[in-house]
């Protein structure tokens, strides 16, 4: 099992970020990675309590989160003794990424609650050679400031539900995968997972209105989901077959959507494959504000259909109630309109 060593979820951390470093890392120097929009809002809070703390640090900005920008920030940046990422999820990804080929320990100080990648060892790096994530290493620590998450956009925020309520069908995709093809099933690492989900649907109505309770519950769930996939050591707990039917829409039609909006939707319809209350999905769904039909997401019929039948061939081996149906074009159009997910 790889974990955070510490988690700190809390008000106007920002500003204290540095004394939490010193406390637990004998480091020197730190790279800093951060977004454009995240480096205008709180780039110079960060960056003084880093100085104040004694710290030399670089700041690199990042745009796009590919392998090609981690692979230019690890070469300009071989002296770093430790990896800050500051931001959404794509500072935080490349972060991980720099920080597990250079062997120093990943800070993760996330500024929204979009999905699980705050605190697990997963990548999500475009231009690998995978539609998913790779592994890496888990955050050594977590600093999440709820003040900051809670002035993010509204949609980053609910959309974070439907990456949790997504372990509801993830867990039954890898029970599944243990019955029919004998592959271990962690049973802690499922609850963990599970859990997260509930803890986000018993909120949802919270977290749809933007509550900081709700908002701090929400982040919490995130965090424990992303340990869930460290006690695993496999992303199995986390992601099943509607984050296939998520990747599948990334290659088919690129850029639509978020993330925890598209596998939040085709949660819907692995439920209802898996013969689970699809309907309790969409309610959670609905009561968070977050979509519940690609539509919304400007995701066609079609594309949604096509994207059920690539699903199973984007991870052969990843064993799911897509790869035992393998379902035809007709019968995934069936699905989309009985669940109404059009
Ligand atoms: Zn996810």
């Known amino acids: 099992m790889r974990l955070p060593e510490e988690v700190i979820v809390g008000e106007d951390l920002l500003s204290v970020l540095g004394d939490e470093l010193r406390r637990l890392f004998d ?52 002296d770093a ?16 990424y720099v920080a597990y080929k250079s062997g120093v320990p990943i800070v993760s100080v996330p500024t929204s609650a979009a999905h699980d990648g705050i605190a697990s060892p997963f990548a999500s790096l475009k231009g690998a050679m995978k539609p998913y994530s790779m592994v890496t290493l888990p955050p050594k620590m977590v600093i999440a400031d709820i003040d900051v998450i809670a002035g993010s956009p509204p949609r980053l925020i609910r959309s974070g539900i439907g990456d949790l309520i997504a372990k509801l069908t993830a867990v039954e995709d890898w029970r599944l995968s243990n019955q029919e093809k004998n592959e271990y099933f962690g049973e802690y690492a499922a609850h963990l997972a599970l859990l997260s989900a509930k803890v986000a649907m018993e909120n949802s109505e919270s977290i749809g209105v933007l509550s900081k309770e709700g908002i701090r519950t929400l982040v919490e769930a995130l965090i424990s989901a992303g340990v869930a ?87 052969p081996e990843r064993y799911t109630i897509l790869h035992k149906l393998g379902l035809n074009y007709e019968e995934a159009c069936s699905l989309v309109d009985e669940v109404g997910v059009a």
């Open 27 to 78: 480091v020197r120097r730190i790279l800093l990675l951060t977004g454009p929009n995240v480096r205008r809002l709180y780039g110079k809070t960060v960056e003084g309590s880093l100085g104040g703390a004694g710290f030399e640090f670089g700041v690199m900005v990042i745009e796009v989160p590919s392998l090609d920008t981690a692979s230019e920030v690890l070469a300009r940046n071989s």
């Open 81 to 96: 003794q430790l990896v800050i990422g500051l931001g959404g999820g794509k500072p935080i990804d490349v972060a991980k």
């Open 229 to 315: 996939a460290g006690i695993a050591g496999s992303s199995r707990p986390c992601s099943g077959s509607e984050h296939l039917i998520g990747h599948a829409i990334d290659l088919l039609e690129p850029g639509r959507g978020l993330h925890g909006e598209k596998v939040g939707v085709a949660t819907t319809l692995s439920a209802a494959l898996h013969g689970m209350d699809w309907r309790r999905v969409r309610d959670v769904l609905e009561r968070a504000g977050a979509p519940t039909g690609f539509g919304q997401l400007g995701i066609s019929r079609d594309i949604a259909c096509r994207a059920i039948v690539r699903a199973p061939a984007i991870r």
